[in-house]
């Protein structure tokens, strides 16, 4: 597994642009004050299995809050993952499978939407990444 995890690491083809990626997202966090103990180790298994899959392909995932009493951990999507097709598979198979697998408390993971980002449509988002790649419309 450690082969694997590194592995993907040294795959990784921007790193200082994933490092970016998660400093906005930590940032963009809606948590107040310091983390329980719950958090700080669903942050850990963010940290230790999910985050470096996800900057692969540019994204991240920030923990927003807990809710101890429903075992509900509400994640945002950032980068690549916000607003991509495939998010809601993201979450479901990846994110929420391995904190509910590493963390006992957790029984289910949630996305959480940015209020001033409106979901974009995928053609769209598509269109503007091959024109900038490319010089093409």
């Known amino acids: 597994m450690l082969l694997v995890v590194l592995n993907a690491w040294v795959t990784l083809t921007n790193e200082a ?5 998660i400093s906005t997202m930590r940032a963009k ?13 669903i942050e850990e ?3 230790r299995y999910v985050r470096h899959l996800l ?10 809050r807990f809710d ?9 999507m950032g ?13 479901k198979r990846t994110i929420e499978q391995t ?6 408390e957790v029984k289910r993971v949630h996305a959480v939407a940015d209020a001033g980002t409106p979901m974009e ?5 598509f269109r503007r990444w091959v024109a900038a790649k490319w010089g093409k419309s």
Request: net charge negative.
């Open 55 to 64: 900057a692969k392909d540019g994204g991240e995932a920030a923990l927003v």
């Open 45 to 47: 298994v963010l940290d």
């Open 79 to 91: 980068g690549a993952c916000g607003g991509c097709p495939s998010g809601t598979t993201t979450l």
């Open 68 to 76: 101890a009493a429903e075992g509900t951990a509400w994640v945002r």
């Open 17 to 21: 642009s994933a490092l970016s990626i």
């Open 29 to 41: 966090s809606d948590r107040e004050g310091p983390l329980g103990e719950v958090e700080r180790h």
């Open 121 to 125: 449509d995928p053609k769209a988002r």
């Open 99 to 104: 904190v509910v697998r590493w963390v006992p």
